[in-house]
């Protein structure tokens, strides 16, 4: 073994999991054989369970952002109980091309949590409408109107609590209407909704009950960095009153922003997808 | 050469007539098989029938579902062209045979035929069952999609063994009971489902309330959730009640305003 090869070999050193970020079939078989015999918990994070991994955290989005993925990962995880605070982890990750290039070492600890993971598996909704709803979202922000940005706020999960403690700007245009986030008519839609004030309300599994909301929760104690405009401001503030989560496309900066419990979870900009 | 030619002259004009019709026969029954199996293809036969146990078995015979139908036509043909040709030649003691194998011929490709596809709509139907039980973790509900396949073989086996003409009363009989505990069974269970889809559907047409009001429903008093097709979510602090939409029409709704 040459130097260099004993000194990079130091990253894999002393560890207690190896996580594989979305390995080809043939990388999956050969590093969780070695993470067996050297009796290493493994797993697999990737959008869909490609390689039949034992143990899979499902990624709802493709984070571009490595960190979210890897915080993802490690959160998803932790939850499951595979990893314990203080345990010493392995990724394998692709960031440059669909192989595995690069590897990361990280200490589990508590800071590493963004909250990310939860977001999509801990909240009221279910994880498929949340991704479905990012989704628009995201592609809201990359299309915007005529080229011009525009703002939106989604309210998700617990819509009977957020109607009730909100009142409508204008007639709902969705009243009687059944139309789920998923559905393929509401990417035709996008272009109008973009068009409507105040949020829209998302209900547990997906059926958009309302636009036009005003949402009116007290904003005291609510704390998100400082910059972000009243949206932001009413969208952190409804997930702190409701179970719902808000998900905000910002119109200043384009960025993608979600909030749960008050706390700003998740920020990605859309032009990245 | 003038030996061959009386030879030839011995030779009865019907048996050259025979072999005429034997020779054209199995042409035709070959081009026919040809045809038919272009044909079951162009139809998108093998991707229909792809992936199911009789497609595999013929598979592993080193044949195909297509090409096992198609041969079938092919020797349907050759078959009705030997018949015509005994008859022809008029051996008399094949005549009183061929009379009965005639007739029942046609019935039986038809039954073969019918209780080949039989097996294949099973198994497909037992893969579309079980594909659409997938996501539901359950050892016990792999029976279904046995039972399903074997519902459409007995059909099937059953509208052969009629066309050969066998007595299969019996069977039909065993077959009506069958559906009848199916739809009585079906019926048993759904009756509650069935009803609260019916008032479901009234529900989401005519929204008498809808998510976020305030409503007292078979004693429940909370925040509408979610309304679907079978069911009512309402909230209160920390419980939420999932109630039957039958339910909520029998006793009735009382919208709650301040």
């Known amino acids: 073994m040459t130097p260099i090869e004993e000194a990079v070999g130091d990253f894999a050193g002393d560890v207690d999991a190896l996580a594989m970020f979305g390995p080809s079939s043939s990388e999956h078989e050969r590093f969780t054989e070695a993470a067996d015999d050297s009796e290493l918990e493994a797993f697999v994070v990737a959008p869909e369970n490609s390689v039949s991994a034992d143990e899979f955290i499902e990624l709802p989005l493709e984070f571009q952002d490595i960190r979210d993925r890897i915080r993802f990962g490690i959160e998803g995880a932790m939850g499951r109980g595979l990893l314990d605070e203080g345990d010493v982890v392995v990724c394998l990750v692709d960031v440059f091309s669909d192989d595995l290039d690069a590897v990361v070492r990280l200490r589990v600890s508590e800071s590493l949590k963004s909250g990310i993971y939860g977001l999509f598996v801990n909240s009221r909704a279910e994880p498929a409408v949340i991704r479905d709803v990012l989704e628009l979202v995201i592609e809201l922000g990359k299309k915007g109107q005529k080229g011009e940005p525009v703002g939106a706020l989604f309210v998700v999960g617990d819509a009977g609590k957020v109607m009730n403690k909100s009142r409508p700007l204008s007639y709902n245009p969705f009243e009687k209407s059944h139309v789920h986030v998923g559905d393929s008519i509401v990417t035709v839609m996008l272009k109008e909704f973009s068009r409507l004030d105040g949020a829209f309300v998302i209900s547990d599994e997906g059926k958009i009950v309302s636009a036009y909301r005003y949402l009116e929760p007290s904003a005291e104690g609510v704390d998100i960095p400082k910059g972000l405009g009243t949206r932001h401001m009413a969208a952190a503030a409804v997930t702190r009153d409701t179970n719902a989560i808000c998900i905000v496309l910002s119109e200043s900066d384009g960025l993608v922003r979600a909030f749960k419990g008050a706390e700003l979870v998740l920020e990605l900009d859309p032009e990245e997808y | ?258």
């Open chain 2, 1 to 258: 050469m003038a030996a061959l030619g009386e030879l030839l002259a011995e030779v009865p004009n019907q048996l050259f007539l025979a072999a005429a019709l034997l020779i054209v026969g199995i042409v035709l029954g070959v081009l026919a098989g040809r045809v038919n199996q272009r044909l079951l293809t162009r139809l998108g036969v093998p991707d229909a029938v792809e992936g199911t146990a009789f497609e595999r078995t013929m598979r592993s015979f080193g044949t195909s579902t297509v090409a096992v139908i198609a041969n079938l036509s092919a020797w349907f043909i050759i078959g009705v062209a030997v018949l015509a040709a005994v008859s022809v030649a008029q051996v008399s003691y094949l005549q009183a045979l061929s009379a009965r194998v005639t007739s029942l011929l046609p019935q039986l490709f038809v039954a073969v035929i019918v209780f080949i596809v039989g097996i294949v709509v099973g198994d497909k139907v037992e893969l579309l069952v079980s594909e659409r039980l997938k996501g539901i973790k359950l050892p016990e509900v792999n029976v279904l999609p046995q039972i399903a396949k074997y519902s459409v073989v007995y059909v099937a086996a059953l509208i052969a063994l009629g066309q050969v003409g066998v007595q299969t009363l019996a069977l039909i009989v065993l077959l009506a009971a069958y559906a009848f505990a199916v739809v009585l069974f079906a019926a048993l269970a759904t009756k509650d489902l069935v009803a609260s889809a019916a008032a479901g559907v009234f529900l989401l047409l005519r929204q008498p309330y809808g998510i976020g009001d305030e409503v007292r429903v078979a004693g429940e008093r909370g925040v509408v959730q979610e309304v679907d097709l079978f069911v009512t979510h309402i909230e209160t602090d920390g419980e939420e009640h999932v109630l039957p939409n039958h339910a909520v029409f029998r006793e009735g709704i009382v919208l709650i305003r301040e």
